[in-house]
């Protein structure tokens, strides 16, 4: 599944790489704008709509899966956003990322440990990035970073340490998101939308 080598650069096949954070980067919003259900573009050999997102006005989320043949649907949960500068974050816990997306915690993962990701909605699409892992982890071996890295094999796993206004501060500086992947969803238009 593609798209779950996009969300956490996690592959059956590949080594896995990702960030997850001790706290939230602001105090919890909901942006209306995300209202509303989402499919995600496939690349060129992927059809789109393999996640489908629903996004209700008060940030709730339900999350369809289809994969091999089958659809699944991950637990309801919750996605925070704020705005921070010139970006827009946001976030879901990390616990509820991991079931809902068969990603194997390891053992730097915390109970309430979150992912978060930058995002913006343009003519319909969302695009999501995610933290640029490599970098990251090269700032806290510098210790130039308050965060805890794990290599083993292939896979790196970085924790980055702090309470909201320290998290609040690594995203304002910049430089923090990849570029590449990025997470793409297109907004299904009201009078198409399926009922959940």
């Known amino acids: 599944m593609k798209f779950v080598v996009a969300l956490a650069l996690c592959g059956a096949l590949a080594a896995c790489q990702r960030t997850v954070f001790e706290s939230a980067p602001a105090a ?13 573009q496939g690349d060129a050999d992927e059809v789109d709509g393999e ?4 996004i209700d006005a008060s940030c709730n989320l339900r999350t369809l899966i289809r994969e091999k043949g089958s659809e699944r649907h991950a637990r309801p949960t919750h996605v925070r956003t704020a705005r921070l500068g010139k970006q827009s974050v946001l976030w879901v816990d990390a616990d509820w990322l991991h079931q809902a ?3 194997e915690p390891g053992p ?4 309430g440990d979150l992912y978060v990701y930058s995002y913006r909605i343009n003519d319909g699409s969302l ?22 890295v794990l290599q083993r094999g292939g896979d790196l ?10 998290i609040a501060r690594i995203v304002r500086r910049g430089k923090l998101w990849q ?3 990025e997470l793409r969803f297109i907004r299904v238009p009201d009078e198409l939308v399926e009922k959940p």
């Open 179 to 181: 570029r590449e992947p």
């Open 28 to 40: 919890a919003d909901c942006d209306a704008a995300l209202a509303g259900q989402w499919l995600s």
């Open 101 to 103: 997306f068969d990603i």
């Open 108 to 111: 730097l993962d915390e109970p």
């Open 157 to 166: 796993t970085v924790r980055v340490r702090g309470d909201t206004d320290a």
């Open 51 to 54: 996640v489908t997102l629903h």
């Open 127 to 148: 695009r999501l990035r995610g933290p640029d892992h490599q970098r990251l982890a090269r700032a806290a071996i510098a210790r130039r970073l308050e965060a805890d």
